[in-house]
C-alpha cells in the first residue's frame, strides 16, 4: 500500500497488521454516536455527495462509527481524534474517535483523504457500485496549536458569499478551525449594520479601482462592491460552526476607516478636512483619513459592535478583532478637538490617545464577555489589559505581547502573508513583497526562538493573511492562497515536524503531488508547481516586489 500521503501529517499512521483493505459500499452504514450528529451530517453531505454512497443510520461491522471519546481527548486534545480501519470482522469498518465533536470531524478529514481525490468532488465520477477502497490503518493525531487561522480581506476585493462558503470548506479540508473576516476598510465596508444603512448604501462599493499596485497607472472603470446581508453572515457563522471554525470577525478602527467616513462624515476629522467630500478610496495604501476620538465616534462604534455581537455568537466567536493598524497621527495632531482630548484625558500624546480608544472597546467588549483582538500597534501607548495579538509587524510585537502576559497570533507578514509573490520569476502575477515559495512557508515556525517558556503558552497559533488589492476575484485568491495554505496547515497542525531547518520538505513536495490532486477535484485555482498557466498571468500590471530576503523578524 502506497503512503496514503496526508496534509497535514498525522501524528502516527501505522498499518493494520493483516496489510487487509476495507471497502465502503452502498452496504456501509453511519452509527453516529452521542454529539456527533453534526458530523455526520457533514459527512453525508460531503463524502456522501462524492461517493454516491448513502451512509444510512445503523451499526454493526459495516458501520463506520464516530465517537466521542475522554481517553482520545486526554491523550491528543479536545480536537485530537483516532481513526481505526479495518482492525476485526467483528468491529466496524471505520471507527472515529474524537476527543469532542471537533476531533471526530478532523478524523472524518482524514478519512476523506484516505478515500482519495475523487472523494472531493461533489458528484460521483466513478461508475455505480465503485469500491471506496480504504487501507487497513490507525491513525492518531491531534493540533499543535488551537488558532489555525487565514485572514480573507473582503474589504479591497469583495469576495461573495458562496466563495466565503467555500473557503470554510476548504479551511475544514485542512484542518483550519479560524477564519478572520477583514470587513472594513478604507476602499469597502462588508457587513450591513441595520441602525447605519449608509455604511452598506455608500459604504460597500466603489465607482472605480487602482490596477496593480497603487504606483500602477491602471484603473479599472467598472464599479466594485458588494456586502454580507446578516442573513449571508448568519449563514456563514452557521457554516463555519457545522465545520468547527471560529469566524472571528474585524471591524477595522481608528484607522483604515475612510469607506465608514464616506458615509457618515461626522465620524471624520471634521476640523482638519472637509470630510463630505469624501469618497469610499478607490486605491491602496494607507489613508490620512482616521476616526476622529470623539464621544459620538465611540458611541457609533458600540452600535456597530453590539450588532456585530448579535451576528456572531460567543459561542464560536470569542474573540472581536478591531484593527488597530497602520493609523495615521497627522490628522490628530492637527486636530484642535483631537489635542482637546489628549489635555482632557490628560494623554502624553497621539499614541496614548489611540491606546484609550482601544482600551475603551477592550472593557465594552469584555463586559460583553467577549475578547478584543487587534493588529499588534494596539501596544504602542500601552496595551489594554484583556486584549490578545496578532502579530503582524514581525515577531517583535508578538513577543513583547507574550512575555507581558498577553495572548498572541503570529502571522508575520514577512512569512505568512499570501499576498506576497510566490516566486521571483516575470510570470508571477502582479507580484507583491518578498519571494515566498512553498518550502518557504512550510519552514515557518509560529514560537519564536528564545521565548520564555511561560510566554510560549500564550502564542495561540498562527494565521496566514490573504489581503486582496491585486486579486480582484476568486481565481486570484485561490492563486494566491494555494498551495501554500496547505504547508501553513502542517505547520501549524503537525505536532511531528521538527523544528527549522530540519524539516523534511522533500517528504512534504512528495506528499504534495497527492495533495494536488485532491486540490484539483476541489476546483482549486492554486498556482502549478512550475508556475502560473497563461490565463492566470496579468501581463503589464504593476506590481511592488521587494527584492532580498525578508528580515527574519
Ligand atoms: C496589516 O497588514 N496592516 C495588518
Redesign the pocket.
Known sequence: MDSPDLVPAPRTLTYGGGGGRIALDAGTTLDAGPGTDGVARWMRTAIGAATGLPLPPGGGPRALRLRISGTVERAYGPEGYRLVTGASPAEPAVLIEGGSAAGVFWGAQTLRQLLGPEAYRKAPVVPVGHAWVLPEVTVEDGPRFPWRGLLLDVARHFLPKDDVLRYLDLLAAHKLNVLHLHLTDDQGWRIEIERYPRLTEVGAWRARTKRGHRASPLWDDTPHGGFYTRDDIREIVAYAAERHIRVVPEIDVPGHSQAAIAAYPELGNTDVIDTTTLSVWDTWGVSPNVLAPTDNTLRFYEGVLEEVLDLFPAATSPFVHIGG??CPKDQWKASPAAQARIAELGLSGEDALQSWFVRHFDRWLADRGRRLIG?DEILEGGLAPGAAV?S?RGRAGGVAAAEAGHDVVMCP?QHV?LDHRQDGGPDEPVPIGYVRTLEDVYRFEPVPPGLSPEAAAHILGAQA?V?TEVMENRSRVDYQTFPRLAAFAEVVWSTALPAPPARDVAGFARRMTAHYRRLDALGVDYRPPNGPAPWQRRPGVVGRPIEGTPPNV
Open positions: 493598524d497602520e493588529w496578532s503582524w507578514e502573508y493573511n489581503w
